[in-house]
């Protein structure tokens, strides 16, 4: 559960990163950042086989998140001038 909270924490501080306005700089000299975090629910459902051996696959997007230890994807461009 902690876990959990913590990963929604880093979540929203990112998510507020994103859309913080930067600071007015000389025209034509701005840099233009953008942050785009990535965000994903999977699940797995269906079926597959292994060995010759058919298995039922069925995993809740909570119970893919509560087993992961570490994962992030996004996109930053920075620009400078026209």
Known sequence: MRRGV??????????????????????????????????????????TTVRGRDVDVDVSASDIFSNLQFGAMGLVVARKGS
């Open 6 to 47: 913590l990963l929604w924490a880093v979540v929203a501080i990112v998510a507020a990163g994103a859309w913080t306005p930067a600071a007015a700089q000389a025209p034509g000299d701005e840099w233009d950042v953008l942050v785009a975090p990535y965000f994903i629910g999977a699940a797995m459902s269906g079926a």
